[in-house]
T-cell receptor, first 114, second 114 residues
Protein backbone atom coordinates (compact mmCIF):
# COMPACT_ATOMS: atom_id res chain seq x y z
CA UNK A 1 0.00 0.00 0.00
CA UNK A 2 1.19 3.51 -0.76
CA UNK A 3 1.93 5.61 2.27
CA UNK A 4 1.37 9.32 2.75
CA UNK A 5 2.83 11.08 -0.27
CA UNK A 6 4.24 14.58 -0.02
CA UNK A 7 5.61 16.84 -2.72
CA UNK A 8 8.00 18.36 -3.29
CA UNK A 9 10.63 16.65 -1.10
CA UNK A 10 12.81 19.73 -1.16
CA UNK A 11 12.00 23.36 -1.89
CA UNK A 12 14.38 26.28 -1.96
CA UNK A 13 12.96 29.69 -2.70
CA UNK A 14 13.54 33.34 -2.00
CA UNK A 15 11.87 35.35 0.71
CA UNK A 16 8.56 36.80 -0.38
CA UNK A 17 7.68 34.00 -2.80
CA UNK A 18 4.60 31.85 -2.48
CA UNK A 19 5.21 28.26 -1.42
CA UNK A 20 2.72 25.41 -1.85
CA UNK A 21 3.23 22.04 -0.23
CA UNK A 22 1.11 19.07 -1.24
CA UNK A 23 -0.07 15.93 0.48
CA UNK A 24 -1.91 12.81 -0.54
CA UNK A 25 -3.08 10.85 2.52
CA UNK A 26 -3.49 7.10 2.69
CA UNK A 27 -6.70 6.03 1.00
CA UNK A 28 -9.49 5.54 3.53
CA UNK A 29 -7.91 7.69 6.20
CA UNK A 30 -10.31 10.41 7.32
CA UNK A 31 -7.93 12.49 9.45
CA UNK A 32 -5.09 14.61 8.09
CA UNK A 33 -2.45 16.60 9.94
CA UNK A 34 0.18 19.15 8.95
CA UNK A 35 3.21 19.40 11.25
CA UNK A 36 6.33 21.54 11.21
CA UNK A 37 9.65 20.30 12.62
CA UNK A 38 12.56 22.54 13.58
CA UNK A 39 15.54 22.11 15.84
CA UNK A 40 14.40 24.97 18.07
CA UNK A 41 10.71 24.16 18.46
CA UNK A 42 10.56 20.43 17.75
CA UNK A 43 7.43 19.00 16.18
CA UNK A 44 4.45 21.36 16.12
CA UNK A 45 0.92 20.69 14.91
CA UNK A 46 -0.16 23.33 12.41
CA UNK A 47 -3.62 22.12 11.46
CA UNK A 48 -5.83 19.06 11.75
CA UNK A 49 -8.60 18.05 9.33
CA UNK A 50 -11.26 15.43 9.95
CA UNK A 51 -13.43 14.38 7.01
CA UNK A 52 -11.96 17.30 5.00
CA UNK A 53 -13.08 19.87 7.60
CA UNK A 54 -10.50 21.87 9.59
CA UNK A 55 -10.98 20.97 13.25
CA UNK A 56 -7.97 22.56 14.90
CA UNK A 57 -5.98 25.33 13.24
CA UNK A 58 -4.69 26.86 16.46
CA UNK A 59 -1.13 26.01 15.48
CA UNK A 60 -1.13 27.96 12.21
CA UNK A 61 1.49 30.64 12.87
CA UNK A 62 -0.19 33.60 11.21
CA UNK A 63 -2.25 34.73 8.26
CA UNK A 64 0.61 33.99 5.89
CA UNK A 65 -0.16 30.29 6.33
CA UNK A 66 -3.26 28.65 4.89
CA UNK A 67 -4.30 25.04 4.40
CA UNK A 68 -7.02 23.43 2.34
CA UNK A 69 -8.41 19.97 1.88
CA UNK A 70 -10.73 20.05 -1.13
CA UNK A 71 -11.30 16.29 -1.09
CA UNK A 72 -10.36 13.18 0.86
CA UNK A 73 -7.27 12.50 -1.22
CA UNK A 74 -5.52 15.85 -1.37
CA UNK A 75 -4.41 18.69 0.86
CA UNK A 76 -2.22 21.77 0.44
CA UNK A 77 -0.33 24.01 2.82
CA UNK A 78 0.46 27.43 1.41
CA UNK A 79 2.78 30.12 2.71
CA UNK A 80 2.43 33.57 1.18
CA UNK A 81 4.65 35.54 1.47
CA UNK A 82 7.38 33.23 2.74
CA UNK A 83 10.02 34.36 5.24
CA UNK A 84 13.39 32.84 6.27
CA UNK A 85 11.93 31.83 9.66
CA UNK A 86 9.54 29.50 7.83
CA UNK A 87 12.47 27.25 6.94
CA UNK A 88 11.72 23.82 8.41
CA UNK A 89 10.67 20.32 7.53
CA UNK A 90 6.91 20.12 6.99
CA UNK A 91 5.21 16.79 7.50
CA UNK A 92 1.80 15.60 6.50
CA UNK A 93 0.28 12.69 8.41
CA UNK A 94 -2.97 10.76 8.19
CA UNK A 95 -5.01 8.53 10.44
CA UNK A 96 -8.14 6.40 10.51
CA UNK A 97 -9.04 7.70 13.93
CA UNK A 98 -10.68 11.01 14.62
CA UNK A 99 -9.06 11.53 18.01
CA UNK A 100 -6.06 13.62 17.06
CA UNK A 101 -3.43 10.92 16.88
CA UNK A 102 -1.42 10.76 13.66
CA UNK A 103 -0.66 7.21 12.54
CA UNK A 104 1.31 7.50 9.32
CA UNK A 105 3.63 10.33 8.31
CA UNK A 106 4.92 11.26 4.91
CA UNK A 107 8.64 11.74 4.38
CA UNK A 108 8.30 15.50 4.64
CA UNK A 109 9.15 18.57 2.60
CA UNK A 110 12.39 20.27 3.53
CA UNK A 111 11.76 23.98 2.95
CA UNK A 112 14.51 26.57 2.80
CA UNK A 113 13.64 30.23 2.45
CA UNK A 114 16.61 32.38 1.46
CA UNK B 1 -2.45 21.32 29.30
CA UNK B 2 -0.28 18.26 29.08
CA UNK B 3 3.46 18.10 28.53
CA UNK B 4 6.07 15.42 28.01
CA UNK B 5 9.73 15.31 28.98
CA UNK B 6 12.43 13.19 27.44
CA UNK B 7 15.42 13.72 29.68
CA UNK B 8 17.99 12.01 27.46
CA UNK B 9 18.76 13.75 24.20
CA UNK B 10 21.16 10.99 23.12
CA UNK B 11 21.58 7.38 24.23
CA UNK B 12 24.53 5.33 22.94
CA UNK B 13 24.27 1.58 23.37
CA UNK B 14 26.18 -1.41 22.05
CA UNK B 15 24.54 -3.78 19.63
CA UNK B 16 22.62 -6.63 21.30
CA UNK B 17 22.53 -4.76 24.63
CA UNK B 18 19.23 -3.74 26.24
CA UNK B 19 18.04 -0.16 26.12
CA UNK B 20 15.55 2.03 27.97
CA UNK B 21 14.47 5.43 26.70
CA UNK B 22 12.85 7.52 29.38
CA UNK B 23 9.66 9.54 29.10
CA UNK B 24 7.77 11.42 31.78
CA UNK B 25 4.53 13.27 31.28
CA UNK B 26 2.49 15.86 33.09
CA UNK B 27 -1.28 16.09 32.98
CA UNK B 28 -4.12 16.73 35.38
CA UNK B 29 -6.44 14.33 33.54
CA UNK B 30 -6.33 10.87 31.99
CA UNK B 31 -3.95 10.55 29.08
CA UNK B 32 -3.09 8.56 26.00
CA UNK B 33 0.63 7.91 25.47
CA UNK B 34 2.59 7.14 22.32
CA UNK B 35 6.08 6.37 21.09
CA UNK B 36 7.16 7.20 17.54
CA UNK B 37 10.41 6.49 15.69
CA UNK B 38 11.99 8.68 13.04
CA UNK B 39 14.70 7.33 10.76
CA UNK B 40 16.97 9.85 8.98
CA UNK B 41 15.21 11.84 6.28
CA UNK B 42 11.90 10.12 6.94
CA UNK B 43 8.65 10.87 8.72
CA UNK B 44 7.66 9.45 12.06
CA UNK B 45 6.28 5.95 12.48
CA UNK B 46 4.03 4.91 15.33
CA UNK B 47 5.82 2.29 17.46
CA UNK B 48 3.17 1.70 20.10
CA UNK B 49 0.42 3.38 22.05
CA UNK B 50 -1.29 3.19 25.41
CA UNK B 51 -4.97 4.08 25.45
CA UNK B 52 -6.29 1.99 28.34
CA UNK B 53 -6.10 -1.50 29.80
CA UNK B 54 -2.86 -3.36 30.33
CA UNK B 55 -0.05 -1.07 31.38
CA UNK B 56 2.51 -3.09 29.41
CA UNK B 57 2.23 -2.27 25.75
CA UNK B 58 4.01 -4.17 23.01
CA UNK B 59 4.82 -2.50 19.73
CA UNK B 60 6.59 -3.14 16.48
CA UNK B 61 10.24 -4.08 16.05
CA UNK B 62 10.41 -5.76 19.49
CA UNK B 63 9.83 -2.58 21.50
CA UNK B 64 7.61 -2.36 24.55
CA UNK B 65 6.65 0.35 27.03
CA UNK B 66 5.11 0.39 30.46
CA UNK B 67 2.63 2.97 31.66
CA UNK B 68 3.27 3.90 35.29
CA UNK B 69 0.62 6.26 36.53
CA UNK B 70 2.16 6.85 39.95
CA UNK B 71 5.51 7.74 38.39
CA UNK B 72 3.84 9.52 35.43
CA UNK B 73 6.20 7.66 33.16
CA UNK B 74 6.04 5.72 29.91
CA UNK B 75 9.55 4.37 29.33
CA UNK B 76 10.39 2.52 26.12
CA UNK B 77 12.45 -0.67 26.29
CA UNK B 78 14.01 -3.25 24.03
CA UNK B 79 15.91 -6.27 25.37
CA UNK B 80 18.43 -6.43 22.52
CA UNK B 81 19.03 -3.65 20.02
CA UNK B 82 20.22 -3.90 16.43
CA UNK B 83 22.11 -1.47 14.26
CA UNK B 84 18.87 -0.82 12.40
CA UNK B 85 17.33 0.62 15.58
CA UNK B 86 19.55 3.69 15.24
CA UNK B 87 17.02 6.51 14.96
CA UNK B 88 15.32 9.26 16.92
CA UNK B 89 12.51 8.28 19.24
CA UNK B 90 9.70 10.61 20.27
CA UNK B 91 7.38 10.21 23.22
CA UNK B 92 3.98 11.89 22.89
CA UNK B 93 0.93 12.49 25.05
CA UNK B 94 -2.64 13.62 24.63
CA UNK B 95 -5.56 13.94 26.97
CA UNK B 96 -7.97 11.07 26.62
CA UNK B 97 -11.42 11.28 25.08
CA UNK B 98 -12.58 12.80 21.82
CA UNK B 99 -10.26 14.99 19.79
CA UNK B 100 -7.20 16.01 21.78
CA UNK B 101 -4.02 17.47 20.34
CA UNK B 102 -0.96 15.25 20.64
CA UNK B 103 2.06 16.92 22.26
CA UNK B 104 5.47 15.57 21.29
CA UNK B 105 8.63 15.41 23.35
CA UNK B 106 11.94 16.74 22.11
CA UNK B 107 13.18 13.31 21.06
CA UNK B 108 15.96 10.91 22.07
CA UNK B 109 18.57 9.88 19.54
CA UNK B 110 19.45 6.22 19.94
CA UNK B 111 22.87 5.37 18.57
CA UNK B 112 23.59 1.66 18.34
CA UNK B 113 27.31 0.95 18.36
CA UNK B 114 28.57 -2.13 16.49
Amino acid sequence: DAGVIQSPRHEVTEMGQEVTLRCKPISGHNSLFWYRQTMMRGLELLIYFNNNVPIDDSGMPEDRFSAKMPNASFSTLKIQPSEPRDSAVYFCASSTQGVGQPQHFGDGTRLSIL
Amino acid sequence: AQSVTQLDSQVPVFEEAPVELRCNYSSSVSVYLFWYVQYPNQGLQLLLKYLSGSTLVKGINGFEAEFNKSQTSFHLRKPSVHISDTAEYFCAVSESGGYQKVTFGTGTKLQVIP
